[in-house]
């Protein structure tokens, strides 16, 4: 796992020293993951908060220049890319509640602030104005349907801030069945 992502790091870093890459984001494709092929400081998040090997995670990494830079040798100097990471999933916690939990980590950048919205079944939960410090974030969702028994599949999106400017990050945080 972590030999891809070097690889894919190097990839995209090989690819803006020759500005193939414009200054938006882009996405990577998601992975369903198991707890022990998650990063260490994701796993220790998410067993923290209740998740265990039975659980399904969906990660998504974004690769995104510097906001500020004019040209590629002002990007280079400066850091050149900032890879986030967005970990999700979901947790059932009695028939009618749950909880989305989110894990961010930035590879260069700190982040500072973020909004979180979830949305499934038509509905949509949110979570405004995250302080962020250094270069993860964790991110809880609380989740709920007192109606009738529905499955909800989960969708996370998050703007967050970092010490390079602005992005956002959206992944599947998979689903629960809840209501009465």
């Given at each position: ?45 998410f067993m923290e908060n209740g998740f265990d090997e039975n659980d399904l995670f969906y990660k998504t990494d974004y690769i995104e220049k510097e906001n500020t830079a004019s040209n ?109």
């Amino acid at each position: 796992m972590r030999k891809l992502i070097l690889i894919s790091v190097s990839f995209i870093l090989l690819l803006s020293i020759f500005g193939v890459i414009n200054n938006e984001a882009q996405a990577t494709e998601q992975e369903e993951l198991s707890l022990d092929e998650l990063p260490i400081e994701s796993q220790q998040f998410f067993m923290e908060n209740g998740f265990d090997e039975n659980d399904l995670f969906y990660k998504t990494d974004y690769i995104e220049k510097e906001n500020t830079a004019s040209n590629e040798i002002t990007t280079r100097a400066k850091g050149g890319v900032n890879v986030v990471s967005m970990v999700g999933a979901s947790k059932k916690v009695s028939s009618t509640k749950g909880k989305v939990v989110l894990h961010l980590t930035s590879f260069r950048k700190n982040f500072k602030s973020a909004n979180a919205r979830v949305t499934g079944g038509g509905k949509k939960w949110t979570k405004t104005k995250i302080k962020g410090s250094g270069k993860s974030m964790g991110i809880t969702i609380p989740v709920s349907h007192t109606g009738k028994k529905k499955y909800f599949g989960f969708r996370a999106n998050v703007q967050y801030v970092t010490t390079a400017g602005a992005g956002n990050v959206t992944s599947s945080a998979g689903g629960l069945t809840l209501g009465k």
